[in-house]
Protein backbone atom coordinates (compact mmCIF):
# COMPACT_ATOMS: atom_id res chain seq x y z
CA UNK A 1 0.00 0.00 0.00
CA UNK A 2 1.54 3.17 -0.85
CA UNK A 3 2.56 5.51 2.56
CA UNK A 4 0.57 8.45 1.43
CA UNK A 5 -2.92 6.28 1.34
CA UNK A 6 -1.39 4.41 4.64
CA UNK A 7 -1.78 7.84 5.96
CA UNK A 8 -5.11 8.68 4.90
CA UNK A 9 -6.47 5.78 6.14
CA UNK A 10 -4.97 6.38 9.26
CA UNK A 11 -5.70 10.07 10.09
CA UNK A 12 -9.59 8.89 9.03
CA UNK A 13 -9.08 5.87 11.46
CA UNK A 14 -8.57 8.49 14.23
CA UNK A 15 -11.50 10.89 13.01
CA UNK A 16 -13.50 8.21 13.58
CA UNK A 17 -12.92 8.08 17.64
CA UNK A 18 -15.36 11.20 18.34
CA UNK A 19 -17.99 9.64 16.24
CA UNK A 20 -17.82 6.41 18.26
CA UNK A 21 -18.19 7.98 21.01
CA UNK A 22 -21.44 8.73 20.14
CA UNK A 23 -22.25 5.34 19.20
CA UNK A 24 -21.28 3.78 22.57
CA UNK A 25 -24.12 3.80 24.90
CA UNK A 26 -21.71 3.65 28.12
CA UNK A 27 -20.94 6.53 29.85
CA UNK A 28 -17.85 8.29 28.20
CA UNK A 29 -15.87 7.03 31.54
CA UNK A 30 -16.50 3.91 30.96
CA UNK A 31 -15.81 4.02 27.11
CA UNK A 32 -11.89 5.46 28.12
CA UNK A 33 -11.88 2.58 30.51
CA UNK A 34 -12.65 0.05 27.87
CA UNK A 35 -10.50 1.79 25.20
CA UNK A 36 -7.41 1.92 26.91
CA UNK A 37 -7.61 -1.26 28.76
CA UNK A 38 -8.02 -3.46 25.34
CA UNK A 39 -5.56 -1.34 23.67
CA UNK A 40 -3.26 -2.08 26.50
CA UNK A 41 -3.88 -5.91 25.68
CA UNK A 42 -3.72 -5.46 21.96
CA UNK A 43 -0.19 -3.58 21.95
CA UNK A 44 1.04 -6.31 24.51
CA UNK A 45 0.35 -8.83 21.57
CA UNK A 46 1.73 -6.76 18.82
CA UNK A 47 5.39 -6.70 21.50
CA UNK A 48 4.65 -10.53 21.93
CA UNK A 49 4.23 -11.12 17.86
CA UNK A 50 7.15 -8.74 17.39
CA UNK A 51 9.48 -10.66 20.36
CA UNK A 52 9.74 -7.12 21.98
CA UNK A 53 9.86 -7.60 25.61
CA UNK A 54 8.04 -5.04 27.80
CA UNK A 55 10.27 -4.88 30.61
CA UNK A 56 11.10 -1.18 31.26
CA UNK A 57 13.37 0.74 33.87
CA UNK A 58 11.54 1.62 37.03
CA UNK A 59 11.87 5.30 36.17
CA UNK A 60 10.79 5.11 32.67
CA UNK A 61 8.03 3.21 33.90
CA UNK A 62 6.22 5.33 36.07
CA UNK A 63 7.41 8.13 33.33
CA UNK A 64 5.39 6.80 30.52
CA UNK A 65 2.48 5.51 33.28
CA UNK A 66 2.20 9.85 34.19
CA UNK A 67 2.45 10.26 30.32
CA UNK A 68 -0.11 7.74 29.82
CA UNK A 69 -2.39 9.43 32.85
CA UNK A 70 -2.66 12.45 30.67
CA UNK A 71 -3.58 10.93 27.64
CA UNK A 72 -6.48 9.08 29.63
CA UNK A 73 -7.90 12.40 30.60
CA UNK A 74 -7.80 13.88 27.11
CA UNK A 75 -9.65 10.85 26.01
CA UNK A 76 -12.01 11.36 29.15
CA UNK A 77 -12.52 14.80 28.56
CA UNK A 78 -13.21 13.78 24.53
CA UNK A 79 -16.18 11.57 24.79
CA UNK A 80 -17.80 13.79 27.53
CA UNK A 81 -17.16 16.50 25.24
CA UNK A 82 -19.36 14.82 22.21
CA UNK A 83 -21.63 13.92 24.54
CA UNK A 84 -22.28 17.76 25.37
CA UNK A 85 -22.18 19.13 22.12
CA UNK A 86 -21.71 16.92 18.62
CA UNK A 87 -18.53 15.48 17.05
CA UNK A 88 -18.37 17.86 15.04
CA UNK A 89 -18.48 20.44 17.84
CA UNK A 90 -15.56 18.22 19.78
CA UNK A 91 -13.19 17.82 16.41
CA UNK A 92 -13.08 21.34 15.51
CA UNK A 93 -11.00 22.07 18.77
CA UNK A 94 -8.85 19.52 18.18
CA UNK A 95 -6.48 21.27 15.88
CA UNK A 96 -5.67 23.35 18.71
CA UNK A 97 -3.05 20.89 20.31
CA UNK A 98 -0.55 21.96 17.28
CA UNK A 99 -0.96 25.53 18.39
CA UNK A 100 -1.07 24.68 21.71
CA UNK A 101 2.64 22.49 21.29
CA UNK A 102 4.10 25.66 19.44
CA UNK A 103 3.20 28.22 22.23
CA UNK A 104 3.96 26.11 25.24
CA UNK A 105 7.08 24.03 23.99
CA UNK A 106 10.02 27.20 24.34
CA UNK A 107 8.20 27.27 27.92
CA UNK A 108 9.68 23.77 29.05
CA UNK A 109 12.13 23.24 27.26
CA UNK A 110 14.51 26.35 26.49
CA UNK A 111 16.30 25.55 23.03
CA UNK A 112 14.18 27.83 20.97
CA UNK A 113 11.71 30.77 21.12
CA UNK A 114 8.61 31.51 20.13
CA UNK A 115 8.09 32.21 15.72
CA UNK A 116 6.28 34.89 14.60
CA UNK A 117 4.09 32.59 12.98
CA UNK A 118 2.77 30.60 15.50
CA UNK A 119 1.92 33.89 17.34
CA UNK A 120 0.38 35.16 14.57
CA UNK A 121 -1.95 31.31 13.71
CA UNK A 122 -2.42 31.47 17.59
CA UNK A 123 -4.09 34.47 17.56
CA UNK A 124 -6.16 33.97 14.46
CA UNK A 125 -7.01 31.29 16.02
CA UNK A 126 -8.57 32.81 19.35
CA UNK A 127 -10.64 34.54 16.91
CA UNK A 128 -11.55 31.75 15.28
CA UNK A 129 -12.73 29.93 18.56
CA UNK A 130 -14.32 33.25 20.05
CA UNK A 131 -16.65 33.31 16.79
CA UNK A 132 -17.52 29.42 17.47
CA UNK A 133 -18.58 30.28 20.29
CA UNK A 134 -20.75 33.23 19.19
CA UNK A 135 -22.48 31.31 16.94
CA UNK A 136 -22.84 27.87 18.61
CA UNK A 137 -23.27 29.65 22.17
CA UNK A 138 -25.69 26.29 23.22
CA UNK A 139 -22.48 24.40 22.60
CA UNK A 140 -20.25 26.50 24.89
CA UNK A 141 -19.52 23.34 27.13
CA UNK A 142 -18.85 20.95 25.00
CA UNK A 143 -16.33 23.15 23.66
CA UNK A 144 -14.94 24.10 26.12
CA UNK A 145 -14.58 20.66 27.43
CA UNK A 146 -13.02 19.80 24.01
CA UNK A 147 -10.35 22.74 24.38
CA UNK A 148 -9.19 21.40 28.01
CA UNK A 149 -9.13 17.66 26.75
CA UNK A 150 -6.54 19.51 23.44
CA UNK A 151 -4.61 20.96 26.60
CA UNK A 152 -4.20 17.59 28.06
CA UNK A 153 -2.85 16.38 24.59
CA UNK A 154 -0.18 19.21 24.64
CA UNK A 155 0.97 17.84 27.49
CA UNK A 156 0.74 14.49 26.40
CA UNK A 157 2.29 15.03 23.37
CA UNK A 158 5.85 17.57 24.73
CA UNK A 159 5.81 14.60 27.37
CA UNK A 160 6.07 11.92 25.20
CA UNK A 161 8.49 13.57 22.82
CA UNK A 162 11.25 12.40 25.40
CA UNK A 163 10.41 8.56 24.82
CA UNK A 164 9.75 8.01 21.42
CA UNK A 165 12.90 6.60 20.24
CA UNK A 166 13.82 5.01 23.52
CA UNK A 167 11.56 2.11 23.08
CA UNK A 168 9.32 0.33 20.39
CA UNK A 169 6.23 1.79 20.18
CA UNK A 170 4.45 -1.15 20.94
CA UNK A 171 6.41 -0.97 24.46
CA UNK A 172 5.64 2.37 24.80
CA UNK A 173 1.71 2.57 23.87
CA UNK A 174 1.58 -0.45 26.13
CA UNK A 175 2.61 1.28 29.17
CA UNK A 176 1.28 4.85 28.13
CA UNK A 177 -2.13 2.67 27.87
CA UNK A 178 -1.99 1.04 31.27
CA UNK A 179 -1.44 4.98 32.96
CA UNK A 180 -5.09 6.02 30.68
CA UNK A 181 -6.43 3.01 32.01
CA UNK A 182 -5.72 3.06 35.70
CA UNK A 183 -6.29 7.03 35.64
CA UNK A 184 -9.84 6.92 34.18
CA UNK A 185 -11.02 4.02 36.46
CA UNK A 186 -9.61 6.21 39.27
CA UNK A 187 -12.38 8.77 37.91
CA UNK A 188 -15.63 5.83 37.65
CA UNK A 189 -16.66 6.18 41.31
CA UNK A 190 -16.78 10.09 41.24
CA UNK A 191 -17.88 10.03 37.78
CA UNK A 192 -20.52 7.34 36.87
CA UNK A 193 -21.15 6.13 40.90
CA UNK A 194 -19.33 2.54 40.51
CA UNK A 195 -16.35 0.89 40.78
CA UNK A 196 -16.04 -1.45 37.94
CA UNK A 197 -16.75 -0.36 34.50
CA UNK A 198 -20.26 -1.74 33.17
CA UNK A 199 -20.04 -4.66 30.92
CA UNK A 200 -20.93 -3.50 26.77
CA UNK A 201 -23.61 -5.06 25.32
CA UNK A 202 -23.30 -6.42 22.04
CA UNK A 203 -22.88 -3.60 19.43
CA UNK A 204 -21.36 -1.52 22.10
CA UNK A 205 -18.42 -4.53 22.52
CA UNK A 206 -18.56 -4.34 18.77
CA UNK A 207 -17.45 -0.51 18.55
CA UNK A 208 -15.39 -0.80 21.70
CA UNK A 209 -13.06 -3.50 20.01
CA UNK A 210 -13.29 -1.29 16.59
CA UNK A 211 -12.41 1.68 19.21
CA UNK A 212 -9.45 -0.26 20.55
CA UNK A 213 -8.01 -2.53 18.04
CA UNK A 214 -8.85 -0.37 14.61
CA UNK A 215 -8.77 3.35 15.62
CA UNK A 216 -6.25 3.36 18.13
CA UNK A 217 -3.80 -0.14 18.05
CA UNK A 218 -3.53 -0.47 14.42
CA UNK A 219 -3.79 2.90 13.57
CA UNK A 220 -0.31 3.66 15.51
CA UNK A 221 1.00 1.04 14.17
CA UNK A 222 0.23 2.34 10.47
CA UNK A 223 1.68 6.02 12.14
CA UNK A 224 4.51 4.71 12.45
CA UNK A 225 5.24 2.86 9.54
CA UNK A 226 4.44 5.82 7.45
CA UNK A 227 7.02 7.84 9.47
CA UNK A 228 9.67 5.24 7.72
CA UNK A 229 8.74 6.63 4.01
CA UNK A 230 7.17 10.04 4.31
CA UNK A 231 8.69 13.33 5.86
CA UNK A 232 7.95 14.58 8.91
CA UNK A 233 6.52 17.83 7.12
CA UNK A 234 3.86 15.53 4.91
CA UNK A 235 2.82 13.62 7.77
CA UNK A 236 1.84 17.36 9.72
CA UNK A 237 0.08 18.63 6.97
CA UNK A 238 -2.44 15.63 5.86
CA UNK A 239 -2.82 14.99 9.82
CA UNK A 240 -4.33 18.59 10.23
CA UNK A 241 -7.45 17.21 7.81
CA UNK A 242 -8.45 15.12 10.93
CA UNK A 243 -11.39 17.21 11.73
CA UNK A 244 -12.38 17.66 8.19
CA UNK A 245 -12.54 13.91 7.69
CA UNK A 246 -14.53 13.66 10.84
CA UNK A 247 -16.89 16.56 10.67
CA UNK A 248 -17.79 14.92 7.27
CA UNK A 249 -18.20 11.50 8.00
CA UNK A 250 -20.42 12.75 11.69
CA UNK A 251 -22.68 14.59 9.55
CA UNK A 252 -23.21 10.71 7.08
CA UNK A 253 -24.08 8.94 9.94
CA UNK A 254 -25.93 10.99 12.31
CA UNK A 255 -27.68 13.38 9.72
CA UNK A 256 -29.43 16.88 10.79
CA UNK A 257 -28.16 16.49 14.06
CA UNK A 258 -24.80 17.37 13.19
CA UNK A 259 -25.75 20.04 10.65
CA UNK A 260 -24.29 23.27 12.18
CA UNK A 261 -24.47 26.89 11.36
CA UNK A 262 -22.27 28.83 8.71
CA UNK A 263 -20.74 30.59 11.59
CA UNK A 264 -19.52 27.03 12.87
CA UNK A 265 -18.10 26.19 9.41
CA UNK A 266 -16.18 29.52 8.91
CA UNK A 267 -14.60 28.93 12.06
CA UNK A 268 -13.65 25.67 12.17
CA UNK A 269 -12.57 26.23 8.64
CA UNK A 270 -10.05 28.89 9.73
CA UNK A 271 -8.74 26.59 12.57
CA UNK A 272 -7.98 24.24 10.10
CA UNK A 273 -6.26 26.24 7.37
CA UNK A 274 -4.39 28.27 9.83
CA UNK A 275 -2.80 24.81 11.51
CA UNK A 276 -2.57 23.38 8.03
CA UNK A 277 -0.10 26.52 6.85
CA UNK A 278 1.77 26.46 10.00
CA UNK A 279 3.96 24.02 8.77
CA UNK A 280 4.83 26.01 5.61
CA UNK A 281 4.78 29.28 7.58
CA UNK A 282 7.55 27.60 9.53
CA UNK A 283 9.44 26.00 7.10
CA UNK A 284 9.62 29.17 5.04
CA UNK A 285 10.63 31.65 7.84
CA UNK A 286 13.85 31.37 9.55
CA UNK A 287 14.46 29.91 12.95
CA UNK A 288 15.50 32.72 15.59
CA UNK A 289 18.33 31.97 17.46
CA UNK A 290 17.80 30.01 20.91
Not at 102 to 116: A, D, H, Y
Not at 196 to 201: A, H
Not at 255 to 260: A, R
Request: one cysteine or more.
Amino acid sequence: MPPVLLLHLVIIAWSLTAILGKLITLPATDVTVWRTGLAAIGFAIVAKLMRLPLKVTPKERWHLLIIGWFMGWHWLLFFLSSRLATASVTLAAMPAILIFCSLVEPLVNGTRRWKKAEVLIGLIIMGAVSLIYKVELRYWLGFTVALVSAALATVFALGNKQLTHRHPFAVLCFWQMCGACAACWCMLPFVSGHWLPMVPGGIDLLWLLVLSQVCTVAAYAGYIVVLRHLSIFTVNVVYNLEPVYGIVLAAVIFGQSEHMSTGFYLGAAIIVGSVVALPWLNRSSPSPTA
